[in-house]
């Protein structure tokens, strides 16, 4: 009969096991130590620690789009050559989607100073789970005007946003729109025909041009934007709102409301 070893035992596992553990999570880094333990019938705190004297710990796995040879290229030369830019009037804008969908954060066993190593990246997925969107200006001086987008946004609803939401508050942080650079991505909506008219009709914002799928900036500022968002004392607040959106955007669905219970009443 197996029997779950527990915590704190004297490691039993041989020379010969210790090295197969270590090749096992070198091999298969998205594994866990559970899983591997109940193979070798060994708790998993054992198997961590061969792990550990490896070098090799849980971290939270990065989530990266695959970039082609060329794209990498183009975003390392966009880098040296915008190295000493002064980034303190520049305004960044994007759209971020919160979904539902099978991208949990996942954990991976590797050595340090190795997140961004192609095997250690968990795949990134889109989904056409129930999602909600927001648009958002941000500079230095912290996030700018947020706000919700209704179903699939377009040209015209684009520039919607620029008039109505990023015009008015950023002349009220700063001012004025003097000497304001604006930065967005490569999406074709902020590249049409249409957007491009505005842009040329407000020669008070001027456009930084960036290859294609760059922008690693507004990545970073948005993965901390959704931090902050999720940090919150009101976060439920905010997945109550997304959630009323994505249903109120979709009429034929009906959201019919839990009623509250006691778990303990079970």
Known sequence: MFRRPQPGQVRKLDVLEINEVAERILDTPFTNAAIVGREFGEHRDTIRKVWNDIGVSAQTAAKKPSLTAEQKQLRLEYAHANLHRDWSNVVFSDEKTFKSDECAKKLVYR????????????PYKRSARICAGIWVWMSIDGPGELSMISGRMNSVGYV????????PTINICYGGLKNIIFMQDNCSIHRSRYTNQWFADHPELKLIEA???????????????????FMQDNCSIHRSRYTN?????HPELKLIEAPQFDISNL
Do not use: H, S, V
């Open 245 to 249: 959106q994505w249903f109120a955007d």
């Open 160 to 167: 919607e946003l620029l008039q109505e939401n990023l015009l």
């Open 111 to 122: 050595p340090k100073n190795t997140r961004f190593d192609e095997r250690y990246l968990q």
């Open 211 to 229: 290859p294609e799928n760059l922008l690693p900036t507004i990545n970073i500022c948005y993965g901390g934007l959704k931090n902050i968002i």
